[in-house]
Each structure stands twice: as structure tokens, then as C-alpha cells.
């Protein structure tokens, strides 16, 4: 009489089963489904993600682009500061591979630098509005009541301003001074910009997470059991909220990317000498330069472009991952 | 259930079948339902929904079709319907007669004919089963505008009847409102409004009191018993609810892992279960009686789908299971008494409570299995993953 | 539904008080409202002293504010240091805005609800992946680079349309119509997809299907109608995206519209205007969007009929 008790979960194949006389335990009656094991949804996420080319494909892109703005000294030695004027606007050529532009800087070099203020821009405007919208969110959510009110209509108040107006506004009055402000400390600017008037997205969506879950069941024991807030929020709330929160975040930091160069593009973002293709594309763009240079504009747009495109395809990608009626 | 556009509504219509055109009942049967097989096709495997289930439907009667979520029931449902989404899911074999003729074979466009007018159904949910943005009056006409070709206010007109009809109170001023404009039982008379607004044959009511407070049910439950009696219509009852069931129907139908178990006239299958699975279910009911004991519930869970344990289904967690029923091919559905069917090697004993039939595996040992972590292939999980697609069936 | 108009206005209120305060907080309070009024340089004494007086920047800040808010509900939105009324100058040039606006609204909602639908019911199919393909490239692409290069491609290269759209005729508008759309018809499109193909696993659906009712009318009208409420709300956001790229699209085009003279003061440093045209636009943006709201109201009984 044979009696499995193996219970490897590799196995399909199915155990015919006895019992032994005195009718105690038997083996299970068929072994588990190939591969079955506890799943978290970290598992089936990543299971979903690894599959799909086109995870594969933004991920590399962004990868490229981050190592391109953290060590710009990797893609190309040459110096962006460094005018050439007798050789403004030549067309691409062995020694400047995508030309020069109109003040006979490379602009090859100055795409890969113009890499990283778009980089940092979209990642501190992401992260001060998740983790801003995010608070008040969860306070506005858990607390509802006059305090849910007061923070929702003061998001309502930032929502009636479009965010590129209001980036327009605030860097109007507070400007980049060209040369007097440094760098970092322009790009926080913008980023800040940015982050006030985007964050009632996220607190919207945090705070419509929150009053999803809250009355569950599960919550209501916790809180039964004593637990304290932030551990209610903690493990219960913010993981179920997380998902969405994560990917609005990657496609509002394509979107960020995009609104920093718009910005650069009318003037009043990142100023010269700081580079930004936005800065770049503003430079390259009146109707004879376009003529005259057309390879000033194509490389940093396709720069931008790619850059956006693959935080928006990382987010478009998660979310199908994470949506279970697709799978 | 004439085809002429003016009875559409509130009095029963006595000159019946011998006027409906097309569709003409054979001697009082009106489905057939052969030996249908349903599978659904999805990422991580097929999973088989529906194994082989037969059974008939004559007019004036009451099929209860009685499982747990996962049996299947509300996927014979929409089979029979024809709205089953394919993909994933694919009627691989089996057929449906309707007025003896298989409705399976029909084109697209016919079938769609025969959906409304002759087979009707009814949801659970009324609130997400109506569609939010219209007025309920509008729902309803739009089966005469569209089957019958009414304009607005003569469709109107019968919409209003048939609300009347339902039982909702001033449905002449509630003819305008919308869905979440009504209580939960309401919504569900107006969806029976709906359902019956051209006289079909055969209405199908997929938990139609599941949503519902006790008292309500009640209420709906008599309902649609008065309508079949005056339309003399065919009405498959699917439930979960052996409480429900016992009042109305004249024949149950035992569904599990997509297989009918036993099939019987209503009372006789309460008096005395020909099935183990029926008896688990029946034994599991809370008694007074039984106060202070354990609830004897049938221990285990419904099989994974697409892991079906071969042989009875429900072998692994039958108290009587041998060696014959964990082995192809799976008990038949079979006539083991006068008008009694079911898929069992040893319902003659069981009927017959005889002591040759053995306990061999108690509720203790099917959930020690568990227990020591023997995975069992469970249906609830591949719920949660979306795996088996069963409309109408929640997690429970 | 009256009730309910009733209170989305007044709604509205304290929103415009907020928004049009922070605006009057940040430009005039927290800045330096002279900045830039004196070219380069910073103003003298004198100036500063009497700007102050003359826009009571001495007063309490509430008094200010109030005062501000006065000028404003008149129409007053300063005079720039061209001398020029500000809203004299939104008045000359709104027509074209709003025509370029109208004209990119239709071709947006035309095409955008019109892919949405094709990709959201062929799900899966090729169509959906050309949807979804080209929207997310039309997304990722800033509006003035799709603008630089339409001008270069279809107007400097090929001749398809004029390169600047000076006089703001109907054909001359028709390329940075289509480029001031372009963000926004993939935004619809998308929306539309989703939305429609979660609406198509309904369950009103598979009620609309079992009372035999044909797939073009299950689609059409029982799915569609829940759909554009989704699509009805996102214009409302829309009319900020548009404003915003309109500045883009006017600047690149060279058309003479509000967008070209907020590009413009922003230039000239002249902060009157800029602070006027933004006040402005925000007004109008939360006036559309109690429209929109309105209008959303009508859509979805559920949200009127309480």
C-alpha cells in the first residue's frame, strides 16, 4: 500500500490512495497544482510584470536615463559649457555627433546634462507630492469629520488652479534669477511649484482609499482590539492604497518631466546656464532656427520625449498588473 | 403568451401554447437540457465548469437547480441563456433543447430572439443589474420597443401595467425614477417586471432573494409562484438557500463541482437524501435540537475547477467514499429510485439508510488534511484570483 | 436638480474667495509686485512708495484683499506699464483663443471618443494596441515639441498648412488646433477604453444582453451614456490643459491670442499682466468646471436625483 505524505508542490501527478486498516489519516488525494504556493500580492505582481515586455522595456529606458543624469560623464567627455561660436549650428558631424546649436555649444553633451534636471525635477515633485498628498490624505480619510472638510476644500481651492498657470505664477513672482541662483536650488523651486499645485491628485486618491477600506470589517476589529491609529493605517489601509498611489505617481512623474520642460520652454523655469531640454528646445525652436538647425531640435525632444514615455509606459504597465480582471 | 402586441401586460393569458407561433411546447416539456458541458479557457489552465448536467423543465413547474458557490449553477444559467462571455468560457459539448429544438445551434441573431421573449432571467443584484442612468418605466418598455416594435407610450403604458402587476405602490408616478430611487425588494419586483414583460416561457431566477431582508424574500418568493401559476410559466429556481427552496419547488436539482448530484421532487429529497452530498447539506442545517453540539458541517471545500479529483468530485470530502469513487469514470446520474435520480455508487443504501453503508472518513479527517497543510485544491482561492468566472456567484 | 445646481454654487464660492486670495497672497504679498516694472533693475524709492499707495499695499492684508476683489468683480485687472488696461487687452484678443479652443475641443472629442470606443470594444484586438500605442506617445510628447515639429514638418518641409497662423483664420488655425488637441485626445481615448470596457463587464450589461437586446444597442446606448460621464468630467480638467497649452501653441504659432500675450508679459516682465491674465483664466477654468459639474448632474441621475 503505498502512502505519500509528500507534499511537494512540484508534483502533478495524482497518488491513488489507501488507507491503512484502521482508517487513519490518508494522503492528500491529488498533490497541489504545480507551482501553488502563498501568495502575497508582491508575488502576483511581480509574476504579472515579468512577462510583459513592456515592463522590460521602460524599466531599461528609465534606468538609462537616471545613470544618464546621476553620471552625465559616462556618455560623453566633452564639456558643455564650452562655445565654439564659429561653428554655431553645424549640422551633426564625427566631432559633434548631433551638432552644435546656436551658440556653438555640443549638443550632444548638452542633452546628456540636460538629462539630469529633468530627472531631478520629476523625482523630488514626485515624492513631495505622494508624501504630501499622501499625509493629508490619510488624515482627511481617517479623521473625516471638519478636518476631512477643511483639507478637502482646501484641495478643491489648489485643484481650480491648472498646474502650468500656477507654475507660471509662482515662478513669475518667485523667479529663478539666471545667475545668481544655483542649481539645485532652482530645480527644488520647481519642483516645489509643481508639488503644490499637483499634490490634491494624490490626497484625493489617498483619502478615497482610506474611506474604502475603513469600514471594512477587518479595520473595525482592529480598532476593536485596541489597535493604535497609525498601525490601523499602517498595515491595513496604506497597503491596500499603495497600488494606486504608485501608479499615478510614475505617470505624474512622466507628467512633472514634461511640465518642467514646458517651463524651461516659455522662459521661466530652469534658467541659463543651467542646461534643460526645455531650455534647449525653447532655443531651437523659432521658425528660422528650425529651418536652419532642424537637429537642435530633434535630439533633445527625442531626449524628453523617451524620458516621459517611459515613466508613463512603467505606469500604464503596473497598473494593468495590478488590475486582477486582466490577468 | 400570444404574440400579439396588446397582452403584453397584467391578465393572464389562458389560451397558451397552441398560439405562440414558432415556439410550441412538446407535450408540456419546454427545456431540455443534455448532458451540457461548459469549460472555461483562461491564462493558468481550463477550468471545467460544467461536467455533464441534464435535466427538464416542463411548464408549470418549479426546478430548484441548489449548490454552493463554484457548483456551476449560475454558469447553466447563462448557458442556457446564452450570455455566457466567450472567451473565456466555451460550451464545448452537451445540448439545449427549447420547444425540442437545440437552441445552441442557433445563429447569433435568432438566439438573441429567443432571449426576452421566450427565456427570461433574473439577477441577484438588482441595484447593479439595472442600469443606473435610465428610468426604471424606460427599462422595462424597452423590451416591448424592441421585441415588439411599440412605440414610446403604448410601451409605456405597459410598463406601468406590469408594475401594477409586481406590486409597486403608485407606479403610474414611479414609472420616471430610476433604479436607486427603490428599496432593494422594489428593485427586485422591477426587475421581474422586466423579465416577464413578454410572456416568456421559461423564466430563470439566478438567487433572486440572496440581496434580500427574510421578510422581503418571502414576499418575492410568492410573487413570482402567483406569475408562474397564472402564466403557467417554467421557472428554474438557482439558490444556495435550502430554506428558500422548500416552499416553492417541485423538483430540486443537486449541482456540485459542475455535475447534478441527485435530482428529485422537493420533498422526498428533504425526507430522505439520496446522495451524501445532499445529506451533508441537509445535516448541516442548525437545529434546536441540536443545541450544545457541533454544527455538522460538510468539511472541505469545493474543488479547484480545473483540478477536479477524478472519480467523484465529491469524494474527498464524502463520509462514504470508497475506492470505486476516487476512480474514472465518475458515478452516472442514474434512476436509484421511482422518480429519483443521482450520481451515487451507494445511494440505494443510503435510501434504504442501510448499515452496509460504512463511514469511512469522518468531517475530522477531511479537515485534518487541511490542517497539516496537504494542500487541497480550493475553489475559494482561484475566486479570489479571478480564475473561474462565475457571474452572480460572490465570495462568500 | 435644482437643489442640486444650487449647491455646486455655493460650493463654488469659497473656492474662488481661496484661489483668487492665495493669487493676491503670493503676487502680492509674499513677492515683490514691483519686480520687473522697472526694466532690469530694481525700482527706486519713489516708485516703490508710490506704487504701494496706489495699490494700498500699506493696508491690512484682509483690506487688501477685499479691495483687490472690489477692482475685480468691476473688471478692473490693473493697467500694465504700457498704460494699457489688462482686460482691455484679453478683450482684444479672447476671439482667437476661443476659437483655436472650440476647434481643438471637436477635433479632441471627435477623434478621442472615437478611438476610445473602437479599442475599448475590440479589446485585445489590433486596433486596441494601435489605441493604446499611439496614445501613450502622444502623451509622452510635450505639446511644443509635437508643435515645433508639425511646424517644421507640415508647414516648413511639406506645405501642408501655413507656418504661422498670424491672422487666426479658420485654415491657419487648423495645425495648432490639431497640436493643442493632440495631449488631450489621447487623454480621452484612453479614458474612454477603460471606462468602456469596465463598464462592458457590467453587470447591467449582462441584463441589457438577456433581454435579447442587439450588441449595438448594448454598447450604444446602455454602455456609452455611463461612459461619457467619465469622459464629461475629464473635459472640465481639460479646459487647464488647454489653457496651458495654449500659451505653448500661440507662442510657436505666433498667434495673437491670450495665450501669445501671457508668453509675452512674462517677457516684458510685466506683472500686471501676467498676474491679470492668470486671474483670469483661473476664473474661467472653475466657472467651466461648475458647468461641467452641471452638466455631469444631468448625466448621472444618481448624483441629482437624491
Known amino acids: 500500500m503505498t502512502d505519500t505524505t509528500d507534499s511537494s508542490l512540484d508534483t502533478t501527478s495524482v497518488v491513488p490512495v489507501t488507507t491503512d486498516a484502521g482508517g487513519g489519516l490518508e494522503a492528500p488525494l491529488q498533490a497541489p497544482a504545480k507551482g501553488e504556493k502563498a501568495r502575497s500580492l508582491g508575488t502576483d505582481v511581480w509574476d504579472e510584470l515579468r512577462h510583459r515586455p513592456m515592463f522590460w522595456i521602460s524599466a531599461a529606458l528609465i534606468a538609462f536615463f537616471v545613470l544618464m543624469a546621476a553620471f552625465p560623464q559616462l556618455f560623453t567627455s566633452t564639456d558643455p559649457h564650452l562655445a565654439d561660436l564659429s561653428k554655431a549650428r553645424e549640422a551633426p558631424s564625427a566631432d559633434a555627433w548631433f551638432g552644435r546649436d546656436n551658440q556653438g555649444y555640443d549638443v550632444y553633451a548638452r542633452t546628456i546634462y540636460g538629462a539630469r534636471a529633468s530627472i531631478l525635477v520629476g523625482i523630488f515633485a514626485t515624492l513631495f507630492v505622494a508624501l504630501l498628498g499622501s499625509f493629508v490624505g490619510v488624515i482627511a480619510g481617517y479623521r473625516a469629520g471638519w478636518m476631512d472638510s477643511l483639507f478637502s476644500r482646501i484641495a478643491e481651492i489648489f485643484l481650480g488652479i491648472p498646474l502650468l498657470l500656477g507654475g507660471i505664477l509662482f515662478l513669475y513672482v518667485f523667479p529663478n534669477d539666471p545667475l545668481t541662483t544655483p542649481f539645485l536650488v532652482q530645480v527644488g523651486k520647481v519642483a516645489l511649484v509643481m508639488g503644490i499645485f499637483g499634490w490634491p491628485t494624490i490626497m484625493r486618491l489617498m483619502r478615497g482609499s482610506v474611506l474604502q477600506v475603513k469600514p471594512n470589517d477587518y479595520v473595525q476589529a482592529a480598532r476593536a482590539l485596541g489597535a493604535s491609529p497609525t498601525r490601523i493605517i499602517g498595515s491595513h489601509i496604506l497597503p491596500n492604497s499603495l497600488a494606486s498611489v504608485i501608479v499615478v505617481s510614475a505617470i505624474n512623474l512622466g507628467a512633472y518631466i514634461s511640465v518642467e520642460a514646458t517651463l524651461s520652454f516659455l522662459g521661466i523655469g530652469l534658467q541659463p546656464p543651467a542646461i534643460s531640454w526645455g531650455i534647449q528646445i525653447s532655443e531651437a525652436s523659432g521658425i528660422g532656427m528650425i529651418r536652419a538647425a532642424p537637429h537642435m531640435l530633434f535630439f533633445p525632444s527625442l531626449f524628453l520625449s523617451l524620458t516621459v514615455l517611459s515613466f508613463i509606459m512603467m505606469g500604464d504597465v503596473v497598473r494593468d498588473a495590478l488590475d486582477p480582471r486582466l490577468r | ?396 | 436638480m435644482g437643489k442640486y445646481i444650487i449647491r455646486r454654487l455655493l460650493q463654488m464660492i469659497p473656492v474662488i474667495i481661496g484661489v483668487t486670495f492665495i493669487i493676491y497672497v503670493a503676487v502680492f504679498a509674499l513677492g515683490d509686485p514691483t519686480v520687473g516694472r522697472c526694466g532690469e533693475r530694481s525700482c527706486p524709492e519713489g516708485y516703490i512708495a508710490k506704487f504701494r499707495a496706489d495699490y494700498n499695499l500699506d493696508k491690512p492684508l484682509i483690506v487688501q484683499y477685499l479691495l483687490y476683489m472690489g477692482n475685480l468683480v468691476q473688471g478692473d485687472l490693473g493697467t500694465n506699464f504700457f498704460g494699457n488696461r489688462v482686460i482691455d487687452e484679453l478683450a482684444e484678443r479672447w476671439p482667437v483663443t476661443l476659437k483655436l479652443g472650440l476647434m481643438a475641443l471637436v477635433i479632441e472629442s471627435v477623434i478621442g471618443i472615437t478611438a476610445g470606443v473602437l479599442a475599448g470594444i475590440r479589446r485585445g484586438k489590433f486596433i486596441d494596441s494601435l489605441v493604446t500605442v499611439s496614445t501613450l506617445l502622444l502623451i509622452s510628447i510635450p505639446i511644443f515639441v509635437i508643435g515645433s515639429f508639425s511646424q517644421l514638418i507640415f508647414g516648413v518641409r511639406l506645405g501642408w498648412f501655413p507656418v504661422t497662423a498670424t491672422q487666426g483664420t479658420f485654415y491657419q488655425l487648423i495645425m495648432p488646433a490639431f497640436v493643442l488637441a493632440s495631449v488631450s485626445v489621447a487623454y480621452i481615448a484612453r479614458l474612454m477604453r477603460t471606462n468602456l470596457s469596465e463598464n462592458l463587464r457590467a453587470d447591467y450589461v449582462r441584463t441589457a444582453k438577456a433581454k435579447g437586446l442587439t450588441n449595438a444597442r448594448t454598447v450604444g446606448v446602455h454602455t456609452l451614456r455611463n461612459s461619457l460621464i467619465a469622459v464629461v468630467t475629464f473635459i472640465g480638467i481639460d479646459i487647464g490643459f488647454l489653457m496651458g497649452g495654449a500659451i505653448v501653441t500661440e507662442r510657436i504659432f505666433n498667434i495673437n491670442g491670450i495665450g501669445n500675450f501671457l508668453y509675452r508679459s512674462i517677457n516684458q516682465k510685466d506683472g500686471t499682466s501676467v498676474v491679470g491674465t492668470i486671474v483670469c483664466l483661473v476664473l474661467i477654468y472653475l466657472v467651466v468646471n461648475l458647468l461641467v459639474d452641471i452638466l455631469y448632474g444631468f448625466l448621472d441621475p444618481r448624483i441629482s436625483h437624491d
Open chain 2, 1 to 396: 403568451m400570444t404574440l400579439s402586441a396588446g397582452s403584453g401586460g397584467g391578465a393572464p393569458n389562458v389560451e397558451l401554447l397552441d398560439s405562440r407561433g414558432v415556439w410550441r411546447s412538446v407535450e408540456g416539456l419546454l427545456l431540455e437540457v443534455d448532458q451540457l458541458q461548459v469549460e472555461f479557457r483562461t491564462r493558468d489552465g481550463v477550468a471545467k465548469a460544467i461536467n455533464g448536467v441534464s435535466f427538464e423543465l416542463h411548464e408549470g413547474e418549479t426546478l430548484a437547480i441548489l449548490g454552493e458557490s463554484g457548483s456551476g449553477k449560475s454558469v447553466t444559467a447563462q448557458a442556457i441563456m446564452g450570455i455566457l462571455d466567450s472567451p473565456p468560457a466555451f460550451i464545448t459539448g452537451g445540448e439545449v433543447r427549447y420547444c425540442g429544438q437545440d437552441i445552441l445551434k442557433l445563429s447569433d441573431e435568432d438566439r438573441r430572439r429567443v432571449r426576452g421573449p421566450e427565456i427570461s432571467m433574473v439577477f441577484q443584484d438588482a441595484l447593479s443589474a439595472l442600469n443606473p442612468v435610465f428610468p426604471v418605466g424606460w427599462q422595462i418598455a424597452e423590451m416591448f420597443r424592441k421585441h415588439r416594435g411599440m412605440n414610446k407610450s403604448d410601451s409605456q403604458a405597459q410598463a406601468i401595467r406590469l408594475m401594477q402587476r409586481v406590486q409597486i405602490p403608485g407606479a403610474a408616478q414611479r414609472v420616471k425614477a430610476y433604479p436607486h430611487q427603490f428599496s432593494g425588494g422594489m428593485r427586485q419586483r422591477i426587475m421581474i417586471a422586466m423579465a416577464i414583460a413578454l410572456d416568456p416561457a421559461v423564466l430563470i431566477a439566478d438567487e433572486p432573494t440572496t440581496a434580500l431582508d427574510v421578510t422581503v424574500q418571502a414576499q418575492i418568493m410568492q410573487l413570482l409562484a402567483d406569475l408562474q401559476e397564472e402564466r403557467k410559466m417554467g421557472l428554474i429556481l438557482i439558490t444556495h438557500d435550502l430554506g428558500v427552496v422548500a416552499d416553492v419547488a417541485d423538483r430540486i436539482a443537486v449541482m456540485y463541482a459542475g455535475r447534478i448530484m441527485e435530482q428529485a421532487d422537493a420533498f422526498e429529497l428533504y425526507a430522505q437524501p439520496g446522495h451524501p452530498y445532499t445529506k451533508g447539506l441537509l445535516d448541516s442545517i442548525p437545529r434546536l435540537d441540536q443545541k450544545g453540539e457541533t454544527l455538522a458541517a460538510i468539511g472541505g471545500l469545493p474543488p479547484n475547477l480545473m483540478h477536479i479529483p477524478p472519480g467523484c468530485p465529491f469524494n474527498p470530502r464524502c463520509h462514504y467514499a470508497q475506492d470505486i469513487c476516487r476512480v474514472d469514470p465518475p458515478p452516472p446520474l442514474r434512476e436509484v429510485a421511482p422518480q429519483r435520480l443521482a450520481a451515487c455508487h451507494f445511494s440505494e443504501l443510503l435510501l434504504a439508510h442501510s448499515p452496509e453503508l460504512e463511514v469511512t472518513q469522518t468531517t475530522e479527517d477531511v479537515e485534518a488534511h487541511l490542517e497539516l497543510g496537504l494542500e487541497y485544491p480550493v475553489a475559494q482561492e482561484d475566486l479570489d484570483r479571478g480564475q473561474v468566472i462565475e457571474r452572480g456567484d460572490e465570495l462568500r
